[in-house]
Each structure stands twice: as structure tokens, then as C-alpha cells.
């Protein structure tokens, strides 16, 4: 399985865009990069999923470039309820490797007044 | 849908008891995980299945069994309660093959006194 590496820690104010970036250099041809969000005391919640380019849902994009080594998850105008711990993992889907990835220590996201 | 439960919420156990956590869901999702979470540190996958009959070891799998007789349950059985053991433990389900979304419990918060 393909090693990620994020910040540990963001700090952003409200109304501010905020981008996350991941590092996964040695990714597969077939794996997919995923972004999970985490509040204290709950499960991850998954965010956006994508393989190559830009994805783009209600939450958030997702900024994949060609070489697939790294991903930005970019969250815009934050606010105090996007505060969270921000997961990247890499895995195949396509041969059922989605239920075992691995979700390291994420990026802990503090958005302020 | 009542999506992914997990029971009990809180738990406390002296060491050697044992005990099993339960989870189940009504989504008919074919894969299912169980996951544990350490206060600051990421999500540890403990075991997992890819459908009923079917289980096998994640990055973690001492101390623990699983099994999976029904699609919807997946229980986690501690043989022998350790302080190490001491966690939050998460259990998720994913639709199968070419999903990557996964879908996670409230969590069980265990202390092993």
C-alpha cells in the first residue's frame, strides 16, 4: 500500500481557502486517492475521492497533476465547523482494496475566528 | 437506513475479561472493517472482511477474532482484555469492489482496567 505523507497541523481563519497537500510517491498505476474528514468523538466521514486531474464535489476539490505523486485537497471559505482531522489515503479500489487502508495520523485543520 | 451501529457506546473491562463489540449494518454493503483509534493517532485496521465467510488480518489482528456469518453483522470479539488495549474502536462498511468510500460507526470508547 502506498505511504502518505501530510502536514500535521493547518491553522486557517474563517472565510479563507484552505489547501491540504499529500504526499504519495510511490502510488500505484491503479490506486485512487481518497480524503477522509474527522470530528472529535466520530467515525471519518469520507470527503472526495479521485484518480488523476481535478475532481470537484459540494464540499471540496481535489487537485491530482499528472505525475499523481502528490494531492491538494483544497476546502473553500472555511469556517469553524470545518475544524477537523483531515485523512489522504491511497489504495486500489478496483480489486477491493478499499476497506484496507491505511489512515496514518492526518492533518489536524484549526480554523479561528 | 439506520447506516452503520456499533453497540456498546462505553465499556469498561478488567484485565483478562472478555467480551465482543458489536456492529452491524443495513446497507448491504459486501465489506466490512474493524479499526482502532489511539488518542492523537490515526485509524489501525484490526480486521477486515469482503463478504459473509470471508475475513482476514489487518495492520493490528492480535488479541482480537472476528468472524462473519451474516452480511450485515461483523462482530469483534476481545479473547483475553489487555491495557494495551485500551482505545476507541471504529467498524465501517464499504460497498464492495470499485468503492472507496467507506462508511463508519459512531465507535465503542473500551477501557481495560
Known amino acids: 500500500l502506498a505511504k502518505t505523507t501530510q502536514p500535521i497541523s493547518m491553522d486557517s481563519y474563517e472565510g479563507q481557502e484552505v489547501n491540504i497537500t499529500c504526499s504519495h510517491n510511490n502510488i500505484a498505476t491503479n490506486d485512487y486517492i481518497t480524503w477522509y474528514q474527522q470530528f472529535p468523538s466520530q467515525g471519518p466521514r469520507f470527503i472526495i475521492q479521485g484518480y488523476k486531474t481535478k475532481v470537484t464535489n459540494e464540499v471540496a476539490s481535489l487537485f491530482i497533476p499528472a505525475d499523481r505523486k502528490s494531492s491538494t485537497l483544497s476546502l473553500p471559505r472555511v469556517s469553524l465547523s470545518d475544524t477537523a482531522v483531515y485523512y489522504c489515503?491511497?489504495?486500489?479500489?478496483?480489486?477491493?482494496?478499499?476497506?484496507?487502508?491505511?489512515f496514518g495520523t492526518g492533518t489536524q485543520l484549526k480554523v479561528e475566528l | 437506513n439506520a447506516g452503520v451501529t456499533q453497540t456498546p457506546k462505553f465499556q469498561v473491562l478488567k484485565t483478562g475479561q472478555s467480551m465482543t463489540l458489536q456492529c452491524a449494518q443495513d446497507?448491504?454493503?459486501?465489506?466490512m472493517s474493524w479499526y482502532r483509534q489511539d488518542p492523537g493517532m490515526g485509524l489501525r485496521l484490526i480486521h477486515y472482511s469482503v463478504g459473509a465467510g470471508i475475513t482476514d488480518q489487518g495492520e493490528v489482528p492480535n488479541g482480537y477474532n472476528v468472524s462473519r456469518s451474516t452480511t450485515e453483522d461483523f462482530p469483534l470479539r476481545l479473547l483475553s482484555a489487555a491495557p494495551s488495549q485500551t482505545s476507541v474502536y471504529f467498524c465501517a462498511s464499504n460497498p464492495g469492489r470499485g468503492s472507496d468510500e467507506q462508511f463508519f460507526g459512531p465507535g465503542t470508547r473500551l477501557t481495560v482496567l
Open positions: 489515503l491511497v489504495g486500489n479500489i478496483l480489486t477491493g482494496g478499499g476497506n484496507k487502508l491505511t
Open positions: 446497507m448491504n454493503h459486501e465489506y
